[in-house]
């Protein structure tokens, strides 16, 4: 069986996507309903996100989960 591994999180990214749109940690997590708690932590390099996490996260943002993880250029956006 072969395994494959997934591209890494940038906390980079994340943060980049945040506060471009001006929203805080809070505001995002409510947005995103994922506790506020795990956002910091995330945010703070504590732990890698879970797939349904970064799904969320990127939903929110309005960003491809590939924006968050660097398969993607900078910057651009889902429709």
């Not at 591209?7 to 506060?19: A, T």
């Not at 910091?40 to 996490?53: H, Y």
């Not at 968050?68 to 910057?75: A, D, R, T």
């Amino acid at each position: 069986m072969v395994t494959r591994m997934l591209p890494s999180f940038s906390v980079i990214r994340l943060k980049h996507y945040r506060e471009r749109q001006g929203l805080t940690l809070r505001v995002l997590a409510k947005m995103a309903k994922v506790h506020y708690v795990s956002l910091v932590r995330l945010e703070g390099e504590k732990f890698d996100p879970r797939l349904s996490t970064l799904r969320k996260l990127a939903k929110a943002l309005g960003v491809s989960i590939a924006d968050l993880v660097g398969e993607s250029k900078p910057g651009k956006e889902v429709n």
